[in-house]
């Protein structure tokens, strides 16, 4: 399908947006006026596209590999109170997750739609909103799960209007969002349009499946917070209803290596470069464009001696390591009590001086495709380019240098095959919704729902080479981990499983008086000081 470059490049023709509040938005009409702006169906089209720069944006672009800093998978220099139980409302980060900018930016587009209705089609109407409602939608449902009760707003806002504001009941919040998935769902489906990276019907299917499960299952664990009026029956139900649709429409499988070649695992692949425009698991993805759309992750999750010289910024945790089993199907700290036969062969190896990291080895082959660990090799052209030296004292990577280091780092979403300029180049897509994780969803469903989640739930793990098992909940957790490290959803996934104030990267707060309140967020103080009718969450008053 032909790469829908425009809607990545489009905010640099788009009308700008200023306003005094990020839930505001007045556009500078000095060279054309509203009125005659919205009569052209082009450039209601490009206001469109400009939309889809506000799908997981914040922080230069890193947020959806660096939201595993606020879980017990990895920290992030700088963040850590985001997982800690230290986090304020001065926090830096905290602003990336106050999404009022984006809200208003699709308000303003939706009112503009309006107006350009007579110039457009049924269809192209139709579609078009559908877009910007699903991205505000996304963008309404991240902040209700960040921050709980926000406020509810879906036209543009005057000051004083602004300046009125309260907090909306999360119920009613999420209420608003289901059914605008739902509305949406129709739109999409009256004017399919599958051009890579716009939303589909199976896009929109899969957020109703990511927000129904996760409503339906937290709900158990988390009493301070009110939960969806739909009963848990219902929503698992419609979980089952939108996974089944994806499943169904047979346009997406998952993912096989794009070389063809049999020695190299399609986990590895699926996250560079090279695999962009030619990948069946991705539903949606954040776009890029080598030179026109970038991000710097190339340089963010690399290590200093690798061809980018990186800044080793998000630093995986033991605890996602330890979750990737033996190649055997049984967790690794086992091997030895079940006489796996690898252990034999870790020492021959050793002992031969041919391993020098056994640990690593003869595990699941998404631990190398997803974490950096000591003596990981990085590959470039068929060739070791460069070995990741945290235990070597004339390295730059050497832990002894840079102690706060965790010895662990993320190769996801990185270019192997690049170079040292490509450091601030980076145009791997960010997965947002994929395959697996839609059979991981289902499977979770019917097994929360009285159901046999078995045939999805080992569909992922075959992919990874990895023997059938039960598909009990507490094992759909652990793969849930490997399988999406780095792709924004082990926070939710805690948390909907009852499993966040028990992770050990969160034992401290668990003792702390923020301990309930650390799974929301506080409201970012620049908007309580903007609007005095914002009331802060419970447990973080004091640090206003």
């Not at 060279?31 to 230069?60: F, H, L, R, S």
């Not at 003596?375 to 050497?398: L, M, N, Q």
């Amino acid at each position: 399908m032909k790469a829908l470059k425009h809607i990545m490049v489009a905010t640099l023709c788009t009308v700008a947006l200023t306003g005094c509040d990020d839930f505001l938005t007045t556009p500078p009409l000095d060279q054309i006026t509203e009125e005659a702006w919205w009569k052209d169906a082009n450039q209601t089209k490009m206001m469109v596209d400009g939309c889809y720069d506000y799908v997981y944006q914040g922080d230069g672009d890193n947020i959806i590999a660096f939201r595993d800093a606020w879980t017990d998978n990895s920290t992030w220099w700088g963040v850590e109170h985001f997982a800690n139980g230290d986090l304020r409302p001065t926090s830096l980060g905290l602003e990336d997750e106050w999404k009022y900018k984006a809200i208003a930016q699709m308000n303003y587009v939706l009112h503009g739609l309006e107006l350009s209705k007579e110039y457009l089609t049924p269809d192209q109407y139709a579609h078009m909103r559908a877009e910007v409602r699903f991205i505000r939608a996304l963008n309404y449902y991240d902040m209700l799960f960040f921050f709980g009760d926000i406020p509810l707003v879906d036209k543009v806002l005057t000051v004083d209007e602004s300046r009125a504001l309260t907090r909306t009941p999360r119920v009613d919040v999420y209420d608003f969002v289901i059914n605008e998935l739902e509305e949406c769902l129709v739109d999409i489906k009256k004017a399919p349009n599958f051009e890579s990276g716009r939303v589909t019907e199976d896009v929109v299917n899969a957020m109703i499946a990511r927000v129904s499960l996760h409503e339906a299952a937290k709900s158990k664990y988390i009493s301070f917070l009110k939960n969806s009026k739909k009963s848990t029956e219902d929503l698992y139900k419609r979980v089952l209803t939108a996974t089944q649709a994806i499943i169904e429409g047979g346009r997406y499988g998952l993912y096989r290596a794009y070389d063809g070649d049999p020695k190299k695992h399609s986990y590895e692949e699926l996250f560079r470069p090279q695999a962009d425009g030619n990948n069946n698991e991705v539903i949606f993805e954040r776009q890029y464009f080598p030179s026109l759309k970038t991000h710097n992750l190339n340089n963010n999750l690399s290590y200093p001696s690798s061809v980018y010289c990186g800044w080793k910024g998000l630093l995986p945790l033991q605890d996602i390591v330890d979750e990737y089993e033996c190649i055997e199907g049984h967790p690794y700290d086992q091997c030895e009590a079940l006489n796996c036969p690898h252990v034999a062969e870790r020492a021959a190896l050793d002992q031969a001086g041919m391993l020098s990291y056994g640990e690593y080895e003869f595990r699941d082959p998404r631990l190398k495709s997803t974490i950096i660990h000591p003596g990981w090799e990085w590959i470039k052209g068929g060739k070791v380019d460069s070995h990741y030296g945290v235990e070597d004292p004339d390295s730059r990577d050497y832990i002894g240098k840079e102690p706060v280091s965790t010895g662990f780092l993320l190769t996801k979403w990185t270019d192997l095959e690049g170079e040292e300029p490509d450091r601030w180049l980076g145009h791997k897509n960010l997965t947002v919704f994929r395959y697996a994780d839609v059979l991981l969803m289902k499977a979770e469903a019917m097994e929360r729902n009285d159901g046999d989640g078995r045939a999805e739930y080992n569909m992922v793990r075959a992919h990874a080479g990895l023997p059938a098992r039960k598909s009990s909940l507490a094992n759909i957790l652990e793969d849930r981990q490997v399988v999406l490290a780095g792709e924004t959803c082990h926070r939710q996934d805690l948390i909907r499983f009852g499993k966040f104030l028990k992770s050990s990267h969160l034992r401290r707060s668990v003792q702390s008086a923020l301990s309930s309140s650390s799974i929301v967020f506080p409201i970012p103080q620049r908007s309580l000081a903007f609007n005095g009718k914002l009331v802060q969450n419970k447990g973080y008053e004091a640090m206003e």
